[in-house]
């Protein structure tokens, strides 16, 4: 099982970012899946949820209203749109994979499996 994301990169202030997130080995069309981001020096926090079907959708506040996390199950993959990027969304973003029998999508211990990371980089 792996989880390739790319499309991350160097954008400025007010700039938008697409991540995308291909999982190769299994169908994740059952499972929930999520963004997570990680800044130098702190926690890992959870950016955004997507259940199974797409039919809930959870953000954390600090990004809501300006990305947006959609699912293709038909290709395996999850994308984040990015828009209005700040400089405090610097990290290194992560995709996951939901554990069946979760509770708390915004915990990151409920997740069976993680992407190597994409890192994005917003200049002020």
């Known amino acids: 099982v792996q989880l390739q994301a790319y499309g991350g990169g160097l954008v400025q202030a007010g700039g938008s970012l697409r991540l995308s997130c291909v999982a190769s080995?299994?169908?994740?069309?059952?499972?929930?899946m999520a963004w997570f981001r990680q800044a130098p020096g702190k926690e890992r926090e959870f950016v955004s949820h997507?259940?199974?079907?797409?039919?809930?959708?959870y953000y954390a506040d600090s990004v809501k209203g300006r990305f947006t996390i959609s699912r293709v199950n038909a290709k395996n993959t999850v994308y984040l749109q990015m828009n209005s990027l700040k400089p405090e969304d610097t990290a290194v973003y992560y995709c996951?994979?939901?554990?069946?029998?979760?509770?708390?999508?915004?915990?990151?211990?409920?997740?069976?499996?993680w992407g190597q990371g994409t890192q994005v980089t917003v200049s002020s």
């Open positions: 997507i259940s199974r079907r797409g039919y809930s959708i």
């Open positions: 080995g299994r169908t994740f069309s059952n499972n929930g």
């Open positions: 996951a994979v939901y554990g069946t029998g979760g509770s708390d999508v915004r915990n990151p211990n409920e997740y069976d499996y």
